[in-house]
C-alpha cells in the first residue's frame, strides 16, 4: 500500500478545494491520506516564493484565468461550499499551530474539517482568537484547551520541523502530495496522485 502525505495550509483555497475531494480518491484507491500540516508562510520564506496572489499581480488575464481553473475543479468534482473568504489573506499561524494540538490529541481530522469550513465554507476570520475559540467549541472541541496547547513549545516546534522537512524534500507551497515520497503539487495533479497509488507494480 503505498505512503500517501497531504502537506497543507488552512489558508491555501486549492488545498481546501482538495481536501474535499480526497475522500473520493481514498474510497477509489482503498488508501489513506496522512495530513501534514505546515506554514505556508514559513514555505514561502525557505524557498524565496510567493503567494499567487503577489506572483500574478499586474500579469493581463492570468488571475481571470486562475479563477476560470478554479470553478472548473469545483464543477468538476461537485463542490457544492466554497466562498472566498473576505478577510483573505488570514495569517494561519495559530490554527496550524492548532492542527498539530489537534493531531497531538488525536483529533486532527475533525478539527480539519471544522477549521478548513471556517476558513472558505462559512468564512470567517480565522486569525482572531476569540472567533477561532468560537469555531472549535461549536465543532465540539474544548476551545480553551486546544488555543491553550498552541502555546507549548512541543507543538511551536513540529510545526516548524514539519514546515522544514516539507521544504526539504522538495515542497514549495501547498497543497502538496508525496506518493511513496514522489512529489505532486497543487489540486489539479490528484488525478496524477491517484494513478501513481494504483500504478501496477508499486
Same mark, same amino acid.
Given at each position: ?137 461549536? @465543532?465540539? #472541541? ?13 507543538? +511551536? *516546534? %513540529? /510545526? ?9 524534500? @522538495?515542497? #514549495? ?13 497543487? +489540486? *489539479? %495533479? /490528484? ?9 501496477? @507494480?508499486?
Amino acid at each position: 500500500m503505498a505512503k500517501v502525505e497531504f502537506h497543507f495550509d488552512f489558508g491555501s483555497p486549492n488545498a481546501y478545494l482538495a481536501h474535499l475531494v480526497i475522500p473520493e480518491v481514498e474510497r477509489r484507491t482503498g488508501t489513506k491520506f496522512e495530513y501534514v500540516p505546515i506554514l505556508l508562510g514559513g514555505v514561502f520564506k525557505l524557498t524565496n516564493n510567493r503567494s499567487p496572489a503577489e506572483k500574478m499581480a499586474g500579469i493581463k488575464n492570468r488571475l481571470e484565468y486562475e479563477r476560470l481553473e478554479m470553478q472548473r475543479f469545483i464543477r468538476r468534482h461537485n463542490v457544492a461550499s466554497f466562498t472566498f473568504n473576505p478577510y483573505f489573506p488570514v495569517n494561519t499561524l495559530l490554527i496550524m499551530r492548532g492542527a498539530v494540538a489537534a493531531e497531538l490529541e488525536g483529533v486532527l481530522a475533525p478539527y480539519v474539517d471544522a477549521v478548513f469550513k471556517a476558513m472558505w465554507g462559512e468564512p470567517k476570520k480565522m486569525d482572531d482568537p476569540e472567533v477561532v475559540r468560537a469555531v472549535l467549541n461549536d @465543532g465540539g #472541541f474544548d476551545g480553551e484547551v486546544l488555543l491553550a496547547r498552541t502555546q507549548d513549545q512541543a507543538v +511551536k *516546534d %513540529r /510545526l516548524m520541523q514539519n514546515t522544514q522537512d516539507s521544504v526539504a524534500r @522538495g515542497a #514549495f507551497g501547498s497543497p502538496t502530495f508525496f506518493v511513496d515520497g514522489e512529489i505532486f503539487f497543487g +489540486k *489539479d %495533479r /490528484l488525478s496524477e496522485v491517484e494513478e501513481e497509488i494504483v500504478r501496477p @507494480g508499486r
